[in-house]
């Protein structure tokens, strides 16, 4: 399992949205690059970049940062937000990121998926948001009918090398993770599964350990790291104490 911390880049700083909703926003930090050096030091092995302004705006605004945080840390990087064509995408895995997280499009043009999936094999993740697990995209602003158990099903045979599940209701709140549905829709696919939002104490961590054998294989956390209610170190000890079992 692998703790992944999140940088969530608007106007080129590093914020924290409540729900996914662009004028609830608090801002950590002025410099993200130096945000990312902090989590490398303190030994995450990943770190997941979101684009808000692109994820609402449709195309990537945060390049800049994007760069500077690309030059500042060895440890690999994934990118989601505004990837909604194959030239973007081709564009940015360029820049030296490891991976990039497609939303929007997964949902509106499931071809450019497989199409990506082929052209750059084991780099394309699929960001699955849910409300009521229904899909949403365009930045959360609109809610589809379509189930995400449906989607992740779709997904099966496109060679997409991981899904990020994040429950909407629960991103940023601060109130724990939707385990339950975490691990149905883990279990409904062979495509492993990085969990998404709520994550906020060491006993979340715990809760989602207790799923990782359905395929969990990683935890994205935000602002519990930001407003210290989780210590990186502790949660990557955690980790290893459990896998040492």
């Given at each position: 399992?692998?703790?992944?911390?999140?940088?969530?880049?608007?106007?080129?700083?590093?914020?924290?949205?409540?729900?996914?909703?662009?004028?609830?926003?608090?801002?950590?930090?002025?410099?993200?690059?130096?945000?990312?050096?902090?989590?490398?030091?303190?030994?995450?092995?990943?770190?997941?970049l979101v684009d808000l302004d692109g994820a609402v705006g449709g195309k990537p605004h945060n390049e800049d940062a994007i760069n500077q945080i690309?030059?500042?840390?060895?440890?690999?990087?994934?990118?989601?937000?505004?990837?909604?064509?194959?030239?973007?995408?081709?564009?940015?895995?360029?820049?030296?990121?490891?991976?990039?997280?497609?939303?929007?499009?997964?949902?509106?043009?499931?071809?450019?998926?497989?199409?990506?999936?082929?052209?750059?094999?084991?780099?394309?993740?699929?960001?699955?948001?849910?409300?009521?697990?229904?899909?949403?995209?365009?930045?959360?602003?609109?809610?589809?009918?379509?189930?995400?158990?449906?989607?992740?099903?779709?997904?099966?045979?496109?060679?997409?090398?991981?899904?990020?599940?994040?429950?909407?209701?629960?991103?940023?709140?601060?109130?724990?993770?939707?385990?339950?549905?975490?691990?149905?829709?883990?279990?409904?696919?062979?495509?492993?599964?990085?969990?998404?939002?709520?994550?906020?104490?060491?006993?979340?961590?715990?809760?989602?350990?207790?799923?990782?054998?359905?395929?969990?294989?990683?935890?994205?956390?935000?602002?519990?790291?930001?407003?210290?209610?989780?210590?990186?170190?502790?949660?990557?000890?955690?980790?290893?104490?459990?896998?040492?079992?």
């Amino acid at each position: 399992m692998q703790i992944i911390p999140a940088i969530d880049l608007k106007s080129g700083n590093c914020v924290r949205l409540q729900q996914g909703e662009m004028d609830r926003e608090t801002r950590f930090s002025d410099h993200p690059a130096e945000v990312a050096v902090h989590w490398e030091s303190l030994g995450a092995s990943m770190i997941h970049l979101v684009d808000l302004d692109g994820a609402v705006g449709g195309k990537p605004h945060n390049e800049d940062a994007i760069n500077q945080i690309l030059k500042a840390v060895t440890i690999p990087l994934q990118l989601g937000g505004g990837l909604r064509s194959l030239n973007t995408i081709e564009h940015y895995l360029s820049l030296g990121l490891k991976r990039v997280v497609l939303g929007t499009v997964a949902h509106k043009q499931p071809e450019l998926v497989e199409e990506a999936c082929k052209k750059f094999p084991n780099r394309i993740v699929v960001g699955i948001d849910a409300r009521d697990g229904r899909v949403a995209v365009e930045g959360w602003t609109e809610t589809t009918a379509n189930r995400s158990i449906d989607l992740v099903k779709a997904l099966e045979e496109k060679g997409v090398a991981a899904i990020v599940f994040t429950d909407i209701k629960r991103d940023g709140m601060m109130g724990g993770p939707n385990t339950e549905s975490t691990r149905e829709l883990a279990e409904a696919t062979r495509i492993p599964l990085i969990a998404s939002g709520g994550v906020t104490t060491l006993d979340h961590i715990s809760e989602l350990l207790t799923i990782e054998a359905s395929g969990v294989e990683g935890i994205i956390i935000g602002r519990a790291l930001y407003e210290k209610t989780i210590d990186l170190q502790e949660a990557l000890a955690l980790i290893n104490k459990n896998s040492q079992h």
